[in-house]
């Protein structure tokens, strides 16, 4: 199994500065989005698609 792919947030620091860095991965299926935070990217939470919308939309509504 090859390692996931991760993208890093356009809203994180700059190129080494991972103290803000949020990134997110596609699941072995589609039914699955990981999120993790970079200062420890051995932790990953998996997401439904849904679920992660839910949660975009909770933390624009509260920023």
Known sequence: M???RW???TFSGP???NGECIELSAGGDTTTV??????NP??????SPRTLRALIRYS???T
């Open 34 to 39: 990981h999120l993790r935070e970079s200062d």
């Open 15 to 17: 190129s080494g500065n």
């Open 42 to 47: 051995t932790v990953a939470l998996p997401l």
């Open 60 to 62: 624009r509504a509260t």
């Open 7 to 9: 993208q890093k947030s």
């Open 2 to 4: 090859s390692e996931p």
